[in-house]
């Protein structure tokens, strides 16, 4: 009985020790990439493009870039770092120039949860049907009709530049029409 009971430890120690070996050898052993390109975004996904190719990242929103003072436009090539994991990159930076967004941790925890979505209204009662938030929306999630913006929620990515502004002068609603709902 005393020998099946350590012939049994015995045997559950190897397994955990191949176990924590596996693991480590895996984490090892990721291959981690760096990619230029310019990011889009469509139907509430993040996309890389490249010249060669397009790509799927996960783990980035466009208030990450504005709160951390990196503008964003479709035609600004980034740097992006991370792990390709089947046909998307698992992103673990963002950088331009001298700035960057870290988002995960070296052993992959994301570091910052993204933000609730709300949903972004315009109040056609206040609307002057100015154009502005139509040209500053990054995924074409505005149009108007009869006159006044209208957001289509289900293209809209909850970034806040239509109310808020964060480039090319554009300071957010001149009349303050747009607002935010919580879904």
Known sequence: MKRVLVLSII???VSISMSIFATIFFEA???FVEIEGRLKWDDNHAWII???DSMLVNSVHPFQLRENGIPYRREIVYRFFGVIEGSELVLYKLSLDSKQI???????????ELPINVLYM??????IGCRLCVRQCPVGAIRMSRGV??????????CGMCQ???????TGCPVDAIHTEKP
């Open 11 to 13: 045997s559950t120690m």
């Open 29 to 31: 052993t990721e291959q």
């Open 50 to 52: 490249t010249p060669e």
């Open 102 to 112: 870290v988002l995960r941790s070296n052993n992959g925890l994301l570091l910052e």
């Open 122 to 127: 315009i109040d056609p009662r206040i609307c």
């Open 149 to 158: 913006a209208v957001i289509d929620q289900t293209m809209c990515i909850s």
């Open 164 to 170: 808020k502004g964060v480039e090319r002068g554009y």
